[in-house]
Each structure stands twice: as structure tokens, then as C-alpha cells.
């Protein structure tokens, strides 16, 4: 099955400065890669995703990055503000799995010092 | 307001007891999901539903059960076989996933403490 490693674990970031999280996956067929920020108390909110099909995506100040040779995935955040403070995970489906679950990083806890 | 909606957000018991949690969406997706997170800890799926009345476990299935009678609801309940139930519950739900609409929405959570 699938495996997704996450890191780093924690990062510290002054506010302005970039932050970079990566994700690796095992299964070659996963196709769908979502990216989630969890703020205290709250449910995981869908930030912004990539299919296999595409090597970059930006949302204003956030982008993802895929590379499918080495099974590596990034979440690249700029101009980081004290809201981005929060919880992000990363996660992968594989195209054959015709029930859509997900397997989740373990996470990063992301810190903006003002 | 179209979402997932979760009640309640804090809900305590006493051990030996069963205790349901709910999920309810709008959304009018086909798949339903049911997570728990322990703190500091990613998600794990417990159980799963793509239709009604069909749900399948996940990878920690013991001791919770579930049931999709309708579309749009999901409940779980956490038995007195379930070794460890305090920890936060996440439903979750998608479009169609055996169409490739996998993007998963959460709900707000249910905090869950048995004493």
C-alpha cells in the first residue's frame, strides 16, 4: 500500500521568509496530491492539490510542486504571515483506488514569528 | 450554507459506555469517511462509505461501527470495546471517488473524552 513521509516535523519561520514542507510516496499509480492546513480545534481544510498530470500549481502565496520520477511532492509557502501558523499535512491516492482513500504525512507544525 | 457538519464539538462519557457521534453533509457526495486523531498525530481512518447502506473498514476499525442508512449522514459510534476512545473525530466527505473525485472536505470535529 501506500506510504507518505513528511518533513520536516516541525518550522519556524519569521514572517516574510519562505517555508517548504516535502512529502515522498511509495506507490508509483497515486495520481492525487492534496495538501491540508489544521488549525487548532479544527478540521483540515483542503489548501490546494495536484494531479500526476501537472508539475506546478500556485495559489497566490502558495504553490505545489510535483516530481513523479522521484516520488516527491512539495508545499512551498512565500511571504509567510502569523495566520499561516498551523498544522499541514500532506496526503496521496493511488488512480486504482476506486475508493478515494487518502494517506495522510504525519504532518508539520509550521510557526510564523512576527 | 452548503458543508459537513459534526455535533457535538465536545462530548464526554463514561467508560463502558457507547457514545454516537455525528456527521452530516449537503453537499450531496457520494463517500463518507470517519477519521480519529490522537494529538500531535496525523489521521487515521477508521471506517468508509461510497454508497448507502455499503461502508468498509478502514485501518482501525475495532471497536467503532458505523451505518450510511442515508446519503447524507454518516454516524459512528464508539463502542466499550474501543480501548483508547478519547481523541478528536473527523468525518469527511468526496464527490465521487469512483469517478476520480477524491478531494476530501472535513468537518469541524467532535472532541471526545471518556473518563
Redesign the interface.
Known amino acids: 500500500g501506500e506510504n507518505v513521509e513528511q518533513h520536516p516535523s516541525t518550522l519556524s519561520v519569521q514572517e516574510g521568509d519562505s517555508a517548504v514542507i516535502k512529502c515522498t510516496y511509495s506507490d508509483s499509480a497515486s495520481n492525487?496530491f492534496?495538501w491540508?492546513k489544521q488549525e487548532l480545534?479544527?478540521?483540515?481544510?483542503?489548501i490546494i492539490?495536484i494531479r500526476s498530470n501537472v508539475g506546478e500549481k500556485k495559489d497566490q502565496r502558495i504553490a505545489v510542486t510535483l516530481n513523479k520520477t522521484a516520488k516527491h511532492f512539495s508545499l512551498h509557502i512565500t511571504e509567510t504571515q502569523p495566520e499561516d501558523s498551523a498544522v499541514y499535512?500532506c496526503a496521496a491516492?493511488a488512480?486504482t483506488?476506486?475508493?478515494?482513500?487518502?494517506q495522510?504525512?504525519?504532518?508539520t507544525q509550521v510557526v510564523v514569528t512576527p | 450554507d452548503g458543508g459537513?457538519t459534526?455535533s457535538p464539538k465536545y462530548l464526554f462519557r463514561k467508560e463502558g459506555q457507547n457514545v454516537t457521534l455525528s456527521c452530516e453533509q449537503n453537499l450531496n457526495h457520494d463517500?463518507m469517511?470517519w477519521y480519529r486523531q490522537d494529538p500531535g498525530?496525523?489521521?487515521r481512518?477508521i471506517y468508509?462509505s461510497?454508497i448507502v447502506n455499503d461502508f468498509?473498514k478502514?485501518d482501525i476499525a475495532e471497536g467503532y461501527s458505523v451505518s450510511r442508512e442515508k446519503k447524507e449522514s454518516f454516524p459512528l459510534t464508539v463502542t466499550s470495546a474501543q480501548k483508547n476512545p478519547t481523541a478528536f473525530y473527523?468525518c469527511a466527505s468526496?464527490i465521487s471517488?469512483?469517478g476520480?473525485r477524491?478531494?476530501?472536505?472535513?468537518?469541524?470535529?467532535t472532541?471526545l473524552t471518556v473518563t
Open positions: 492525487y492534496p491540508y480545534g479544527k478540521g483540515p481544510q483542503l492539490d499535512f491516492v488512480r483506488d476506486s475508493w478515494g482513500k487518502l495522510f504525512g504525519a504532518g | 459537513i459534526q463517500a469517511y498525530q496525523g489521521l481512518l468508509y461510497q468498509q478502514g473527523l468526496s471517488p469512483s476520480g477524491v478531494e476530501q472536505y472535513f468537518g469541524p470535529g472532541r
